[in-house]
């Protein structure tokens, strides 16, 4: 039987991983929170591209791995 090739970056998502994607733009960012089966946790949101956008953003992370039970987190942007 032939082995399929399997991503190093696709392996490193797991049921407890949530993943943020971020689509980075000059003054308001989109951000879209999923779990490993690209099932939504939470509303897109918009945050502001300040400090203060980035705490927010930080501050939901939180709440929604400790709501979810979820211990990692990966990260990706899009310009």
Known sequence: ME??????KVSRISQDT??????????????????Y?????????KINNTIDGIKMLEEKI????QKEGLNNVILGMEP
């Open 3 to 8: 082995q399929k090739y399997v991503n190093p």
């Open 18 to 35: 949530l993943i943020v994607g971020i689509d980075v733009a000059k003054r308001n960012h989109w951000v879209r929170m999923t779990d």
């Open 37 to 45: 089966r690209g099932i939504d946790l939470i509303s897109p949101f």
């Open 62 to 65: 939180r709440i929604i791995k």
